[in-house]
T-cell receptor, first 112, second 107 residues
Framework: DAGITQSPRHKVTETGTPVTLRCHQT?????MYWYRQDPGHGLRLIHY???????DKGEVSDGYSVSRSKTEDFLLTLESATSSQTSVYFC???????????FGQGTRLTVV | KNEVEQSPQNLTAQEGEFITINCSYS?????LHWLQQHPGGGIVSLFM???GKKKHGRLIATINIQEKHSSLHITASHPRDSAVYIC?????????FGTGTSLTVIP
């Protein structure tokens, strides 16, 4: 299994609070991605990174920010959580964009 | 409009049946992936292919680049194959995902 770990695995938070999810890899892969998975929508890209301090927005980036200060860590922050951000969040890594991706176990976030 | 469309959305089969899941895509791709997700679980990559056919155990994946179509076949299906199967197309730096096919195999 690829070395990719998401934390926390489950979180319940209140509306309006900031939340940070962490993705940690031990593979030294260049690309890292954050997706959210919702019924009927499949996986949708929030943000991705193609190197340290190099990030770009995905199709559902509003309300989210990311940071990548080290190759191994990619953080996803919800500045002020809303109920619409209740979802399962997946991190993925790949050597380069068009190659095989490895996924984390997911983080189930509930905003109440 | 989804760049990747899967069918069927839901599929129930008897143990031992041959199963086919289809994926059509509209973008120019560098590779096509098949992923598996068990209930409440993570996502596992089954295949990555850019042409032809690949086989792993009872799973077979095919792709027709001209028709922009891929299929995932499961031979001699088993209850442990019950999962969501997701098709994903890669182009450039990004993946485009289908909404998944939920497969239930009944003993």
């Amino acid at each position: 299994d690829a070395g990719i770990t998401q934390s926390p695995r489950h979180k319940v938070t209140e509306t309006g609070t900031p939340v940070t999810l962490r993705c940690h890899q031990t593979e030294n892969h260049r690309y890292m991605y954050w997706y959210r998975q919702d019924p009927g929508h499949g996986l949708r890209l929030i943000h991705y990174s193609y190197g340290v301090k190099d990030t770009d927005k995905g199709e559902v980036s509003d309300g989210y920010s990311v940071s990548r200060s080290k190759t191994e860590d990619f953080l996803l922050t919800l500045e002020s959580a809303t109920s619409s951000q209740t979802s399962v969040y997946f991190c993925a890594i790949s050597v380069k964009g068009a190659t095989e991706a490895f996924f984390g176990q997911g983080t189930r976030l509930t905003v109440v | 409009k989804n760049e990747v469309e899967q069918s069927p959305q839901n599929l129930t089969a008897q143990e031992g049946e041959f199963i086919t899941i289809n994926c059509s895509y509209s973008v120019g791709i560098s590779a096509l992936h098949w992923l598996q997700q068990h209930p409440g679980g993570g996502i596992v990559s089954l295949f990555m292919l850019s042409s032809g056919k690949k086989k792993h155990g009872r799973l077979i994946a095919t792709i027709n680049i001209q028709e922009k179509h891929s299929s995932l076949h499961i031979t001699a299906s088993h209850p442990r194959d019950s999962a969501v199967y997701i098709c994903a197309a890669t182009t450039g730096n990004q993946f485009y995902f289908g909404t998944g096919t939920s497969l239930t195999v009944i003993p």
